[in-house]
């Protein structure tokens, strides 16, 4: 129902930060639990960090205190401030977003329906 677009993505020395921006265009943006999943070379895809329409946030383990995820409903656009990235954060980054997210579901790719194509995140050491 929604079409999402990442960008933002490119190299960065470790230590280094990004933002990435997910814009979406059609559906109801305001109401979609949004989530940033990434894939690296030869690793299955991981979750990342969610908000959703209640503007709470979860993150994974590994980018907590790292990453900030956060929306802004009048752009119809979603954010990933990406700080102190390390070469383990390199991955191809992925926005998704659906409308019927449980809390108990929020890091699984199959709750999302929608996705983008993705924007490549390199860090260098």
């Known amino acids: 129902q929604v079409q999402l677009v990442e960008s933002g993505g490119g190299v960065v020395q470790a230590g280094g930060s990004l ?3 997910c814009t979406a265009s059609g559906g109801t943006f305001s109401r979609y639990t949004i989530a940033w999943f990434r894939q690296a070379p030869g690793k299955e895809r991981e979750f990342v960090a969610a908000i959703r329409y209640s503007r709470h946030t979860y993150y994974a383990d590994s980018v907590k205190d790292r990453f ?8 119809n656009t979603a954010y990933l401030q990406m700080n102190s990235l390390q070469p383990d954060d390199t991955a191809l980054y992925y926005c998704a977003a659906d409308t019927g997210v449980i809390l108990s579901s929020i890091r699984y790719q199959s709750a999302y329906d929608d996705w983008g194509q ?8």
């Open 19 to 21: 933002r990435l921006s």
């Open 68 to 75: 900030t995820i956060s929306r802004d409903n009048g752009k």
């Open 118 to 125: 993705g924007t490549q995140v390199t860090v260098s050491s």
